[in-house]
């Protein structure tokens, strides 16, 4: 038996782990936020300074139009510009490195609209009407394009470089995820088996009693040897969490569910996923079930009176005991992501095992790994999603 210190420090180690992990995705959440945020505010001034070319240009052809006002046109290309220039200001301290470049042209194209703003008001004010439609239609018109058309580049420029930053902290939060819930895995596994105490040999020495000529011997009692189906089951659920780690696809997680079953003596293993914590549970992932067993399946409200609905309210384990003759035994661990509990993993074991802490430890442990999973491929079970709909 494992001394009390070693098991406290063991579950220190423990809380330790899952509270790195849970700092980190803390600030990787406000991260993406603050990225999030910046974006949506670029967007925004990206907009008005496109829609501040356009009203410029606008205005200024009405210069050379029949029957308008200049002295109504100008002050509206004034402000216009104005506004352009305050959008690409406001644009360029946030804008990314992929993004800056285009801002700069813009502003460029921005102060060649200006100047040729002001060659147009000089033709006018000499009453040279026809020089000054000339400049606005060809000159006036190509930078005033010119500069929405950088600034649409721009702004798509930092949508993808915005993409890219969120799908990097998405990375480093489903990393994190994984080691925390790793190292919290195997710490359960170490608690668990626990070795059997080692019974040290008898003397076995021959004691003679004064006096008497008969002997006494002492039995000798062997030290008791490590279980090696314990061992070997331990190897398997260490060597299979690794493999989670290395999931590609749908068919790379189905193979892990056929082991994982072996490993738990399960006859069925299925896999519950539920869009948020108000939406009904669906069967997405079987394992020991027929395609055609898997389609007859409906969706689970979560308020339902069953093991799989209750581990998913409860974000606790559940144990359905077997009935001699009757019904098989079941496991049903909930799958624990950032966001709360994100579905449940089922699996009926044979043999009764399912009272054993070992079987418990196996499907908390597997159950755990699928989070990981679903956080780092969420294309492959939304589809797994689609289909079990």
Same mark, same amino acid.
């Given at each position: 038996m494992r001394s009390p210190a070693f098991r406290l420090t063991i579950g220190a180690a423990a809380w330790i782990a899952i509270g790195v992990a849970a700092l980190l995705l803390v600030r990787s959440e406000q991260r993406i936020k603050s990225v999030a945020d910046s974006a949506r505010t670029f967007d925004l001034e990206a907009r008005d300074a496109i829609d501040a070319f356009a009203e410029a240009r606008m205005a200024q052809q009405a210069y050379v139009a029949a029957g308008q006002g200049i002295g109504f046109w100008m002050p509206k290309v004034t402000a216009s510009s104005q506004?352009?220039?305050?959008?690409?200001?406001?644009?360029?301290? =946030?804008?990314?490195?992929?993004?800056?470049?285009? %801002?700069?042209?813009?502003?460029? =194209?921005?102060?060649?609209? +200006?100047?040729?703003?002001?060659? /147009?008001?000089?033709?006018?004010?000499?009453?040279?009407?026809?020089?000054?439609?000339?400049? /606005?239609? #060809?000159?006036? #018109?190509?930078?005033? %394009? !010119? +500069?929405?058309?950088?600034?649409? %580049?721009?702004?798509?420029?930092?949508?993808?470089? /915005?993409?890219?930053?969120?799908?990097?902290?998405?990375?480093?939060?489903?990393? +994190?995820?994984?080691?925390?819930? !790793?190292?919290?895995?195997?710490?359960?596994?170490?608690?668990?088996?626990?070795?059997? @105490?080692?019974?040290?040999?008898?003397?076995?020495?021959?004691?003679?009693?004064?006096?008497?000529?008969?002997? %006494?011997?002492?039995?000798?009692?062997?030290?008791?040897?490590?279980?090696? #189906?314990?061992?070997?089951?331990?190897?398997?659920?260490?060597?299979?969490?690794?493999?989670?780690? *290395?999931?590609?696809?749908?068919?790379?997680?189905? *193979?892990?569910?056929?082991?994982?079953?072996?490993?738990?003596?399960?006859?069925?293993?299925?896999?519950?996923?539920?869009?948020?914590?108000?939406?009904?549970?669906? @069967?997405?992932?079987?394992?020991?079930?027929?395609?055609? /067993?898997?389609?007859?399946?409906? +969706?689970? !409200?979560? #308020?339902?009176?069953?093991a799989a609905a209750k581990a998913f309210r409860s974000n606790t384990l559940q144990i359905v005991l077997a009935r001699p003759g009757k019904s098989t035994g079941a496991v049903v661990a909930p799958i624990m992501s950032a966001n709360g509990c994100v579905g449940a993993l089922s699996a009926e074991i044979r043999h009764g095992a399912e009272t054993s802490e070992t079987t418990q430890a196996l499907a908390t442990l597997f159950a755990a790994h699928l989070a990981t999973v679903v956080a780092q491929a969420p294309a492959e079970v939304e589809t797994a999603k689609a289909a079990a709909q």
């Open positions: 506004r352009a220039d305050a959008a690409l200001s406001a644009m360029r301290p =946030s804008a990314s490195p992929q993004a800056l470049a285009a %801002t700069d042209q813009a502003m460029e =194209s921005a102060k060649a609209f +200006a100047d040729i703003e002001q060659r /147009v008001r000089e033709y006018l004010k000499t009453s040279q009407q026809l020089m000054a439609g000339d400049i /606005v239609f #060809t000159e006036g #018109t190509q930078a005033a %394009t !010119a +500069a929405m058309r950088q600034v649409e %580049t721009a702004r798509q420029a930092e949508a993808q470089a /915005v993409d890219a930053t969120v799908a990097a902290l998405r990375e480093q939060e489903a990393i +994190a995820l994984g080691a925390g819930a !790793a190292v919290a895995a195997l710490i359960v596994l170490v608690l668990v088996f626990v070795p059997k @105490p080692k019974i040290e040999p008898a003397d076995t020495s021959l004691s003679i009693a004064p006096g008497r000529s008969d002997t %006494t011997e002492r039995i000798a009692v062997p030290a008791a040897a490590p279980d090696p #189906t314990m061992i070997d089951t331990f190897k398997a659920a260490a060597t299979l969490a690794t493999d989670f780690g *290395r999931v590609r696809d749908l068919d790379d997680l189905t *193979r892990l569910l056929s082991r994982a079953a072996e490993l738990m003596d399960a006859s069925g293993v299925m896999v519950w996923m539920a869009e948020d914590a108000a939406a009904d549970l669906r @069967p997405v992932l079987a394992h020991g079930y027929g395609a055609d /067993v898997l389609a007859r399946i409906p +969706a689970m !409200a979560r #308020t339902a009176d069953n």
